[in-house]
């Protein structure tokens, strides 16, 4: 079946400090894998994608993610935080075939950041 | 550019009773999803059209939920009669083509409470 995990409900880090949160696939989903951040009450903003190309992908806000198609990876980095930070972010690969177009996202992970 | 606009933003019921919400997508935009978010996970495709035809709604409860899109721009996702279980927040997406990748842009979704 069609998956995206992400393995983390809740992420709690201290401002300033690195953060990871992780996302893997399976094998089923397409290689197209983006992460959304979604701030209370508001909708989805992307915050980047990985198409194709460099494995490194760089995203707005400082965040970086990382494709590992060894591992079905896909995991979301920043190195220093900040308390605006906090908000859910969301891991999701695209079914993609045809006409759709279809997003299948991970269960979310909370990244509380602390002063 | 206005972004997609949705509406209510928020909305209470009581189990049996109808509901309907309204979305308008970024203007020029074919492609419109409403996904469902329940609490605790990430959101999932409900409907796709494409202008105003269905291209992906095999994940729509058809015995209550409906949605339509009669001029291909804006569109309706009604739910009749609702459940405890529909509880959650419809988000309403729209991407300028399907067929090929193209960044779908989120509302700010409606929140529904079923009581």
């Known amino acids: 079946a069609q998956s995206?995990?992400?393995?983390?409900?809740?992420?709690?880090?201290?401002?300033?400090?690195p953060v990871e949160l992780r996302c893997n696939y399976s094998s089923s989903v397409s290689v197209y894998l983006f992460w959304y951040v979604q701030y209370p009450n508001q909708g989805l903003q992307l915050l980047l994608k990985y198409l194709s190309g460099s494995t490194l992908v760089k995203g707005i806000n400082g965040f970086e993610a990382e494709f590992n198609k060894s591992q079905t990876s896909f995991h979301l980095r920043k190195p220093s935080v900040h308390i605006s930070d906090t908000?859910?972010?969301f891991c999701a690969g695209l079914n993609y075939g045809g006409a759709t177009n279809k997003l299948i996202f991970g269960t979310g992970t909370l990244l509380a950041v602390q002063p | 550019e206005a972004g997609v606009a949705q509406s209510p933003r928020y909305?209470?019921?009581?189990?049996?009773?109808?509901?309907?919400?309204?979305?308008?997508?970024?203007?020029?935009?074919?492609t419109l999803y409403w996904y469902q978010q329940i609490l605790g996970q990430g959101p999932k495709l409900l409907i796709q059209f494409q202008n105003n035809g269905v291209v992906d709604d095999s994940q729509l409860p058809k015995d209550r939920f409906s949605a339509e899109r009669l001029k291909g721009v804006d569109s309706t996702l009604k739910i009749q009669p609702a459940k405890l279980e529909d509880s959650a927040v419809y988000l309403c997406?729209?991407?300028s083509l399907a067929?090929?990748?193209?960044?779908?842009?989120f509302g700010p979704g409606t929140r529904l409470t079923v009581l």
């Open chain 1, 4 to 17: 995206v995990t992400q393995l983390d409900s809740q992420v709690p880090v201290f401002e300033e400090a």
């Open chain 1, 87 to 89: 908000a859910e972010y």
């Open chain 2, 11 to 30: 909305k209470i019921i009581e189990k049996r009773q109808s509901v309907a919400f309204w979305c308008n997508p970024i203007s020029g935009h074919a």
């Open chain 2, 93 to 95: 997406a729209s991407s």
């Open chain 2, 99 to 105: 067929g090929d990748y193209n960044e779908q842009f």
